[in-house]
């Protein structure tokens, strides 16, 4: 995602239409939250809406359906990339915002979190320049 070879993130489960961002948290030996993806609604295999356009890695095998997409039924559009000034430790996710765990899967992003680390004050990486790229 963070190279562009990837422009939809693909899920099992529907993220609700109120989340506008994925924070990404990097296993070990990262162990941090270090990007923000702004994200479109998600696209899903029914016949209401368009395939893909096949320009990124795995869009392809889910508008075919390929056996190694099974399952990942939602796709979101990544419209920007940010990198944090200051990578969010897992130490720094658990003392200051309540975590217990590392954030794996679907975690939503704590309010103080969110007021903390503003988006527009990150790295911009990359952003699709209309709402139509």
Request: aromatic letters at 12%.
């Amino acid at each position: 995602i963070v190279r562009r070879e990837k422009t939809y993130e693909f899920r099992k489960y529907r993220i609700s239409s109120t989340v506008k961002r994925i924070w990404f948290y990097l296993n070990a030996p990262h162990s941090a939250i270090a990007y923000i993806c702004e994200i479109d609604p998600a696209r899903t295999r029914s016949p209401d809406d368009d395939p893909l356009p096949e320009d990124g890695l795995g869009n392809r095998e889910f508008n075919t359906r390929h056996e190694d997409w099974d399952r990942y039924d939602y796709a979101y559009r990544v419209k920007s990339v940010r990198k944090l000034n200051a990578p969010l430790s897992l130490r720094a996710i658990k003392e200051l915002y309540g975590m217990k765990i590392a954030p794996r899967g679907l975690v939503y992003a704590p309010p103080d979190m969110v007021k903390d680390i503003p988006l527009d004050q990150q790295l911009l990486l990359w952003a699709l320049d209309d709402d139509n790229s």
